[in-house]
């Protein structure tokens, strides 16, 4: 069982920045992503960005790709999205996923097993 912990949720003005970070347990597979989602009131998740740990790579949702920078501190077993540029629209509950046994940076919440609890984003002036 992977353990996630997200924190690093608050209010931010637009035009701000915020850092968010999940923290996982040790993985027993070879081969894992972590991926951000998040949930807006009245929407259906969406995929906002993941790593693969296979080779480093990621991918980014078109929304977000000049704005956001998902990375990862192997050593702190830690994933974190850095988010600039905030804009009222990137308010919603932020969710840390993962995923074994994939090499591709998936942004399907179907192919993730485990979920965070989440932590709320507000960006407002």
């Known amino acids: 069982q992977v353990q996630l912990v997200e924190s690093g949720g608050g209010l931010a003005q637009p035009g701000g920045s915020l850092r968010l970070s999940c923290a996982h347990s040790?993985?027993?597979?070879?081969?894992?992503?972590i991926a951000w989602f998040r949930q807006a009131p009245g929407k259906e998740r969406e995929g906002v960005s993941c790593?693969?740990?296979?080779?480093?790579?990621?991918n980014s949702a078109d929304s977000v790709k000049d704005r956001f920078t998902i990375f990862n501190d192997n050593a702190k077993n830690t994933v974190y999205l850095q988010m600039n540029n905030l804009k009222p629209e990137d308010t919603a509950v932020y969710y840390c996923?993962?995923?074994?046994?994939?090499?591709?940076?998936?942004?399907?919440?179907?192919?993730?097993?485990?979920w965070g609890k989440g932590t709320l984003v507000t960006v407002s002036s």
């Open positions: 996923a993962a995923a074994v046994d994939i090499v591709i940076p998936s942004l399907d919440p179907m192919d993730m097993d485990y």
């Open positions: 040790q993985f027993a597979r070879e081969y894992y992503a």
């Open positions: 790593v693969s740990n296979s080779d480093g790579s990621t």
